[in-house]
């Protein structure tokens, strides 16, 4: 009797949730615990040391727009943001359409060139991009005095400061994008192709009727991702710009971005208040853009 008993719950359809509930409950503790308790902040005013926590409303909110380092930190984020997307997302696709002609030997090379710095620590590449962009001696102006083209302090200028981390994110990042898109190419039946190959289409025509619709499910999540991404950008610009001789987010604030900003107000002036402000208002617009890109591309899912 005993023995079918347990023959029975073994083949219970709710036995594979019993087995999932504990990473389950890790997973919801990890991810809401800290949302609930940062909404929670953002209506206090703590400073981590003191235990006690007034509560002060929508100060903390209404403060950050008086607050002239906030907005050029959102100004920063949003330039990132469209360089990253403006470049991230179309040349991968090219890289992953020009890789499936190659022979496979070259072919894995390609694939390994651009898929090694996805792997590489970021503080590591972000290190030796420093000394890559340094104005005397750097990799940069050599190629560009090659060229005779004008050399730049990279990043020591605020003109040129963002658009080097830029570039750096794009050489670490491109990777990763260009093998999700290849992933989808690789997914579309070749018969449309022969298809349309015996209507006489030319190679552009094939691209722009069948690669790009049915790579759209594909587009939307490199978007998504690169997207939110990039709104997280921290590391790089507190390495190099630090290593770089400059304080983090510097010259003259021309790469401080909102995490940068976050992790400055609440770590180093002990205002976690409105640090956890920031940080739901950041959580907020990605939520609201992310589910924007999702009702604009739901229509293109319609094959």
């Known amino acids: 009797m005993k023995k079918n008993r347990n023959k029975l719950l073994l083949y219970h359809p709710s036995t594979p949730y019993m087995?999932?509930?504990p990473a389950l409950i890790f997973f919801l503790a990890a991810s809401y615990i800290p949302i609930f308790s940062t909404m929670y902040l953002s209506f206090h005013k703590w400073n981590i040391?003191?235990?006690s926590k007034p509560f002060v409303g929508l100060d903390n909110?209404?403060?950050l727009f008086k607050d002239?380092?906030?907005m050029i930190s959102v100004e920063n984020t949003l330039k990132y943001v469209i360089g990253m997307i403006a470049v991230g997302v179309p040349f991968p696709l090219l890289l992953a359409i020009g890789a499936t002609s190659l022979i496979k030997p070259i072919k894995n090379f390609v694939f390994l060139s651009f898929f090694i710095p996805l792997v590489s620590s970021m503080v590591a590449v972000g290190l030796i991009w420093v000394w890559i962009y340094h104005p005397s001696f750097g990799l940069m102006n050599i190629i560009l005095e090659t060229l005779n083209l004008p050399t730049f302090n990279w990043l020591t200028d605020p003109k040129t400061a963002l658009l080097a981390i830029i570039i750096m994110s794009l050489w670490k990042s491109i990777g990763y994008n260009m093998i999700i898109f290849l992933a989808g190419?690789?997914?579309i039946p070749e018969m449309y192709y022969e298809a349309a190959g015996i209507d006489g289409?030319?190679?552009l025509q094939k691209f722009r009727f069948i690669t790009l619709p049915l790579l759209m499910p594909t587009t939307l999540l490199v978007f998504i991702t690169t997207m939110i991404g990039s709104f997280q950008v921290f590391t790089q610009v507190y390495v190099m710009t630090s290593r770089a001789g400059q304080v983090p987010g510097g010259p003259a604030y021309s790469t401080r971005t909102l995490v940068l900003h976050i992790y400055?107000?609440?770590f180093t002036y002990l205002r976690m208040g409105r640090a956890s402000a920031?940080?739901?208002l950041f959580l907020i617009v990605i939520l609201i853009l992310t589910l924007l890109q999702l009702r604009l591309f739901r229509k293109q899912f319609t094959y």
């Open 264 to 266: 400055e107000i609440g």
């Open 68 to 70: 002239r380092t906030f």
């Open 19 to 21: 087995f999932l509930l």
């Open 49 to 51: 040391l003191d235990p």
């Open 278 to 280: 920031i940080a739901m």
């Open 185 to 187: 190419i690789q997914s």
């Open 61 to 63: 909110y209404i403060s």
């Open 201 to 203: 289409a030319s190679g």
